[in-house]
């Protein structure tokens, strides 16, 4: 498994500050995470979960040793991202699948670059190898561009897999190495 986290966050950029979550952000990240549920595409979840379930979330991704990062700009939080194991069995232990959501007015004011960014590099500092977008929705347009300005290559699409909103979506699958990916042995 990766190696957890020991990067410096909580670097200034442009008024926006990224950190690592904290217990008493959980009802911010909640209501963002509830808004995109109940409007849009990009999860498929059909409830938003409350808090307890996203108290339950962030233990598991600090249980695996990996980041959950917030955007704050003025005492208030306006995204987060985290990375969590990509599927249980043994053999994925490098590899992380990466979740980044924003609140609607922070959204095309680079946020999201600076929170991927620091995801990534938190990563990469954890001894991960791999990360895995699933993206929700191939119309998702803003989240490909994203992952892809950051490097994410595209690994293909998932046809009609989720049902929400009264029709069928896809999931676009991207990947990106971290550190030195494929090019040698991971350090168990």
């Known amino acids: ?67 959950w990062l917030v955007a704050e700009q ?28 924003l609140a609607a007015d922070a959204i095309g004011r680079g946020t999201g670059r600076r929170l991927l960014t620091a995801l990534i590099d938190e990563c990469e500092r954890a001894g991960c190898r791999q990360m895995v977008a699933v993206i929700g929705d191939s119309a998702n347009t ?9 490097g994410f290559r595209f690994s293909g699409v998932v046809r009609s897999c989720g049902w929400k909103f009264d029709r069928w979506l896809d999931t676009v699958l991207m990947q990106r190495e971290l550190g030195a990916g494929e090019r040698t042995s991971p350090e168990d």
């Open 1 to 67: 498994m990766c190696r957890g986290t020991t990067g410096i966050l909580g670097v200034r950029l442009s008024q926006t500050t990224i950190r690592s979550a904290r217990d008493e952000d959980l009802a911010a990240i909640q209501a963002i995470y509830a808004h995109h549920v109940t409007t849009g595409t990009g999860s498929f979840e059909l409830e938003a979960p409350g808090l307890a379930e996203m108290s339950r979330r962030l233990a598991d991704v600090r249980g695996n040793g990996l980041p």
């Open 74 to 101: 003025d005492g208030r939080v306006t995204g987060y991202a985290y990375a969590n194991l990509y599927r249980s069995r043994p053999a994925y232990r490098f590899t992380v699948e990466d979740s980044i959501y």
């Open 142 to 150: 803003a989240s490909i561009s994203l992952h892809a300005r950051l």
